[in-house]
């Protein structure tokens, strides 16, 4: 579910010539992941926990990520503090939410307690790379304007010109890299979840069951793997699976087909039912 409004993103928050990304997130691997690539953008990254100072962080912040299914950080109460904070300071940051597809009602209360745009996880990973670029245009833009009224002459104009050319094809191809990337850890992530959920209910399941279950999962997930690489073991009131696999980031060119990197996964979950 996303909203219609357009997120508004500026340089505002820039540290130095850095931009500043907030996120507030309970889950720690999919923060993390998500920092790889905010990261290689150059874009400082700040996670909130409770306990920190909001207001403090967002004077700094181009933009606000928030889980909106985390009661950890209660995340409806957090994106209205910062929805307030910015209509009292006139400050320009982006509210961004994302959730779980099943938590309707959270994402709902996500889009009216502030967010400028509620997305579902999946949705979310897929506009990474869009409000990234949001993010790195806008300073871009203020540090060729701070530039251009340097008043050094039109050669470091000319220079400045050419860093921002520079700076614009290596965005293109870090968003590029993370829109065919990031999914692979979501994916990864999910295929994890149902094995957990399926664990829970293993007690009224057979492994044929739980496994044709998990084999839509890993079908709608397009996950590279045969049906035999999915192994489920029972050990009386525990169970284990596991699913090793490569995802493979390739491009094409002139008709043929070139691997950039390989990303090894191994999802596994043990558990009593």
């Not at 909203?3 to 500026?10: E, G, L, P, Q």
């Not at 304007?145 to 050319?165: C, P």
């Not at 696999?245 to 094409?252: D, L, P, T």
Request: charged share 20%; proline share 3%; with cysteine.
């Amino acid at each position: 579910m996303a909203a219609n409004d357009s997120v508004k993103i500026t340089a505002d928050g820039a540290s130095g010539n850095s931009p500043v990304v907030v996120i507030a997130g309970a889950d720690l691997l999919f923060c993390s992941k998500v920092k790889v690539v905010t990261e290689a953008l150059g874009i400082q990254v700040v996670s909130y926990r409770t306990g920190h100072n909001l207001e403090e962080l967002l004077k700094k912040a181009s933009l606000l990520l928030v889980d909106v299914s985390s009661s950890k950080i209660t995340a409806s109460d957090l994106i209205f503090e910062a929805h307030q904070f910015r209509q009292s300071s006139g400050r320009n940051f982006g509210i961004v939410g994302y959730g779980p597809h099943v938590e309707v009602d959270a994402l709902e209360m996500a889009k009216e307690r502030g967010c400028d745009e509620v997305l579902t996880r999946s949705s979310f990973v897929e506009a990474l790379p869009r409000l990234l670029s949001a993010v790195t245009t806008s300073a871009g833009q203020d540090t060729q304007s701070k530039s251009s009224f340097a008043g050094n002459g039109g050669k470091e104009n000319g220079a400045g010109k050419l860093t921002v050319i520079v700076f614009g094809a290596i965005t293109a191809a870090v968003l590029y890299t993370a829109y065919y990337v990031l999914p692979f850890y979501y994916y990864y992530y999910e295929i994890q979840n149902q094995f957990e959920q399926v664990i829970a209910v293993a007690s009224t399941e057979s492994d044929q069951e739980i496994r044709r279950r998990l084999s839509y999962y890993i079908q709608k997930y397009d996950l590279p793997v045969l049906q035999e690489d999915l192994f489920i073991e029972r050990d009386g009131r525990q169970m284990h699976i596991r699913l090793p696999y490569e995802e493979i980031f390739s491009v094409s060119w002139s008709g043929k087909e070139y691997v950039l990197w390989r990303f090894p996964f191994r999802a596994e979950a043990r558990g009593e039912f």
